[in-house]
């Protein structure tokens, strides 16, 4: 008997969800070896740095998020809090290492509404907010 998973669990970054069960395919769309391989990831010129308690001033929608600078070794669980009081777990950086250094993209583009309150990034850490990716009809 398979398992469900929530539609929050679904966004979170591919670095956390599990592997396919054996016999079924990888939902996986682009792993963060694949980025690497495709090339060294150069942040957006509209990305967002983030900071603990940034409250977004418009409705944002990011493909993910981009650790440039964590401490050695620091855990951190960002969150975003948003108005209708939800919260969307963004990433959770588990004694993280820069040399490290790769986007954590989600599987679907997450939309924050104006109002979000971003959480739990250090103050000694530098985040950003990937925009997702525009493409034409």
């Known amino acids: 008997m398979g398992t469900q998973r929530s539609q929050s669990t679904?966004?979170?970054?591919?670095?956390?969800?599990?592997?396919?069960?054996?016999?079924?395919?990888?939902?996986r769309a682009t792993s963060s070896a694949e980025v690497r391989a495709a090339g060294a990831f150069r942040l957006p010129k509209d990305a967002m740095a983030v900071a603990d308690g940034l409250m977004l001033d418009?409705?944002?929608?990011?493909?993910?998020?981009?650790?440039?600078?964590?401490?050695?070794?620091?855990?951190?669980?960002?969150?975003?809090?948003?108005?209708?009081?939800?919260?969307?777990?963004?990433?959770?950086?588990?004694?993280?290492?820069?040399?490290y250094q790769h986007p954590f993209l989600f599987r679907k583009p997450l939309t924050l509404p104006r109002g979000t309150l971003i959480r739990g990034v250090r103050s000694d850490a530098k985040l950003f907010l990937i925009p997702a990716v525009r493409t034409a009809k």
Not at 10 to 27: D, H, K, N, T
Not at 72 to 90: H, I, N, R, T, W
């Open 10 to 27: 679904q966004r979170l970054p591919m670095a956390f969800l599990a592997e396919a069960s054996p016999g079924q395919q990888s939902q």
């Open 58 to 99: 418009r409705a944002v929608t990011i493909d993910g998020l981009y650790a440039q600078r964590v401490p050695k070794g620091a855990s951190m669980q960002v969150v975003a809090a948003l108005p209708d009081g939800d919260v969307e777990p963004l990433v959770w950086l588990y004694e993280y290492q820069d040399r």
